[in-house]
């Protein structure tokens, strides 16, 4: 394919880049598989549950390292799984300032 570089897809660029490696490319397709990225209001990139949708809440519950996507249903909150997200994949959540202590009723 020619042209613009930037006018083709992910796929398209590494096929035609002289290192791919057929391996890496199944393991993104393996664990990108059933699953969303997205944007949060603060600007961090995600990576999440096929089901999320603008409104849903990432979070890293008390405990745990790993940030998860919640949905307010009501009062209460509908779990959806784990996500990925940069920036708070280390405990970063965690240091003074970033952190919000909020109580969720999980159904």
């Not at 393991?27 to 990108?32: E, L, R, S």
């Not at 997205?38 to 809440?57: H, K």
């Not at 405990?91 to 999980?106: A, C, T």
């Amino acid at each position: 394919m020619s042209g613009d570089p930037s006018s083709r897809t992910c796929v398209e660029q590494l096929k035609t880049n002289y290192s791919f490696n057929i391996g890496f490319y199944r393991q993104i397709v393996i664990a990108t598989a059933g699953r969303k990225l997205f944007r949060t209001r603060t600007g961090m990139t995600g990576l999440g549950p096929s089901t999320l949708m603008s409104g849903d809440c990432v979070c890293v519950l008390f405990g745990g390292a790993t940030p998860y996507v919640l949905r307010r249903v009501g009062r209460h909150f509908m779990f959806l799984g784990e996500s990925y997200v940069y920036g708070i994949m280390h405990g970063e959540s965690l240091e003074e300032g970033r952190k919000r202590n909020m109580v969720f009723d999980i159904i």
